[in-house]
Nanobody, 121 residues
Framework: QVQLVESGGGLVQAGGSLRLSCTASGRTFRDHNMGWFRQAPGKERDFVAAITWFTGNTYYADSVKGRFTISKDSAKNTVYLQMNNLNPADTAIYYC??????????????WGQGTQVTVSS
């Protein structure tokens, strides 16, 4: 019953920034944590970042550490992904999901429809 809606994707030049938003509705007790994943065409869905909902602990994939920042606004039921210093390798569809704050996407039960991020050279 959790509904997730991503926004903020788009086309940016290498070195640019984007801020993704994911707004959730219908959250339950099982959905204490949220994560961001990305998937490029023909590739597996990869973990990007996660945040625990109540404590605010954050986790990052090595590939984005130092460039991306995950945050949340509990009052708005929204999680953000600030992406700085983007490069073409970051091009993918970005999904938010509720789950365990684990890198394994199989541990996330609810997914948004994704937002496209394209980084040009």
């Amino acid at each position: 019953q959790v509904q997730l809606v991503e926004s903020g994707g788009g086309l940016v030049q290498a070195g640019g920034s984007l801020r993704l938003s994911c707004t959730a509705s219908g959250r339950t007790f099982r959905d204490h944590n949220m994560g961001w994943f990305r998937q490029a065409p023909g590739k597996e869905r990869d973990f990007v970042a996660a945040i625990t909902w109540f404590t605010g602990n954050t986790y990052y994939a090595d590939s984005v550490k130092g460039r991306f920042t995950i945050s949340k606004d509990s009052a708005k039921n929204t999680v953000y992904l600030q992406m700085n210093n983007l490069n073409p390798a970051d091009t993918a569809i970005y999904y938010c999901a509720t789950g365990s704050a684990d890198p394994d996407p199989r541990l996330y039960n609810n997914w948004g429809q994704g937002t496209q991020v394209t980084v040009s050279s």
